[in-house]
C-alpha cells in the first residue's frame, strides 16, 4: 500500500483518502450548489464563472457595441449582487472578482451616446435616473455587498471615466503592465462624477486627486502602482493568476487583511450620502454643456466604438490623445 501524489490509497481494490484530501473533497462538493443558487438569472452584458477551489465568482462584463457602463451592464451587477447576497449558500464565496472579456478593453465608461441624448433633450430625470444607478452599483462594491467577502478588479487593458471608478473601488485592484487608466471628462467640460473624487482623494489625497481629475491624462498601470492604487502590477497575459496568487497570499492571512480594511473604512469611510450629492453636481453641470461640447463627446464615441469593434490593444491613448488635441 503506497501514497501517491493525490494522498489516496486503494486497499483490495476500494479507494480511500487521508483526512486532509477527504475535507477538501466534501467542500469541492459542496461548493458547485453555489453555481445553480445563485446564478440563477441570465445575463447579455455580464459573463459568471465560479471558481470552487479558490472560493472565487468572476463577473466579466461584456458590453456590445461599446464596452461602457450600459444601463443593462448597471442593472445586471445589481441583480447578480442581490443574488449573491441573498444566497443560502454566500458563505462558500469568499472572493469576487471583475474583469472584461473584451481583450484590450476593461471598460471605456460612461455611456456617453445616451449622455448626449438625454442632455439634448433636457431630461434631467434620465440624467439622475443613469447616475444614481452607478452610485448604488459602486457603493455596493465599495462597501462589498455589506458582507465577509473581498472585491477584486482585473484590468486588463484601457479603464476609462467611469470604469477607472468602478475598478478603483475595489479592495484589490490587479493591473496588467499595458493597462491604462485615466479620468478624460474635463476633455469635454464635465467631470467624473460616480466616485472619482471620494476615491482618490482617501487614496492618494486631495491635491493628487484633483490633478488626475483636472488633468484627463491617462496613466499607466506602473504608474498607478507606484501612486498605491493599483495593488498588484501583473505581467501582460498574467492577470487571472495573479489574482489566484493574491488570494493565496491573502487566505494566510484572512483574518488581519479583513479587519484591517474595516479598521481602515471606520477613519475615513465614503458615504452613500456624499456620492449622491456629488452625482447630483454631475447632473446639473452636465446640463449645462454646450453643443461644441457634446460633439466632442460624440468624436470619443466614435473613436471608442471603433476601438471596441477591433479588440486591439493600445488605442484608448490615441483616442484620448486625438480628442485632447481636438479641445486646446
Not at 493628487?208 to 484627463?216: D, P, S, W
Request: aromatic content about 8%; hydrophobic content about 40%; overall charge negative.
Amino acid at each position: 500500500m503506497g501514497m501517491n501524489p493525490c494522498n489516496e490509497y486503494s486497499v483490495n481494490g476500494t479507494t480511500h483518502y487521508d483526512e486532509e484530501q477527504q475535507k477538501m473533497k466534501h467542500a469541492q462538493q459542496a461548493i458547485p450548489q453555489v453555481q445553480t443558487d445563485i446564478c440563477r438569472s441570465t445575463y447579455s452584458e455580464l459573463d459568471i464563472r465560479y471558481d470552487n477551489h479558490n472560493r472565487l465568482a468572476w463577473y466579466y462584463m461584456d458590453v456590445k457595441p461599446r464596452m461602457c457602463c450600459s444601463l443593462t451592464l448597471i442593472s445586471e451587477i445589481q441583480q447578480w449582487y442581490k443574488e449573491l447576497a441573498d444566497s443560502a449558500h454566500l458563505e462558500q464565496i469568499r472572493y469576487i472578482a471583475l474583469a472584461s472579456r473584451l481583450p484590450g478593453v476593461f471598460n471605456l465608461g460612461g455611456d456617453l451616446s445616451l449622455f448626449i441624448r438625454l442632455i439634448r433633450d433636457g431630461d434631467r430625470a434620465g440624467l439622475m435616473h443613469y447616475a444614481i444607478a452607478c452610485i448604488d452599483t459602486l457603493y455596493q462594491h465599495y462597501t462589498h455587498l455589506g458582507k465577509d467577502i473581498t472585491t477584486i478588479t482585473l484590468v486588463q487593458g484601457d479603464a476609462l471615466g467611469g470604469g477607472m471608478e468602478f475598478a478603483i473601488s475595489s479592495d484589490v485592484l490587479i493591473a496588467e503592465r499595458s493597462a491604462k487608466l485615466g479620468m478624460p471628462e474635463i476633455l469635454f467640460n464635465l467631470f467624473p462624477g460616480m466616485g472619482a473624487y471620494s476615491l482618490l482623494s482617501r487614496k492618494v489625497g486631495e491635491v493628487m486627486a484633483e490633478r488626475m481629475i483636472l488633468g484627463g491624462c491617462l496613466y499607466t498601470a506602473e504608474q498607478l502602482y507606484e501612486l498605491g492604487i493599483v495593488t498588484v502590477l501583473a505581467e501582460d497575459g498574467q492577470g487571472e493568476q495573479a489574482v489566484l496568487d493574491y488570494i493565496r497570499k491573502e487566505e494566510r492571512a484572512a483574518n488581519g487583511y479583513r479587519a484591517f480594511r474595516q479598521a481602515k473604512r471606520c477613519s475615513n469611510p465614503i458615504t452613500y450620502a456624499e456620492l449622491e450629492q456629488i452625482a447630483t453636481t454631475w447632473v446639473d453641470a452636465a446640463l449645462r454643456l454646450k453643443e461644441h461640447n457634446l460633439r466632442m463627446m460624440e468624436r470619443l464615441v466614435s473613436r471608442q466604438s471603433a476601438k471596441s469593434c477591433r479588440s486591439q490593444s493600445p488605442a484608448a491613448p490615441e483616442t484620448i490623445a486625438t480628442v485632447r488635441r481636438q479641445a486646446l
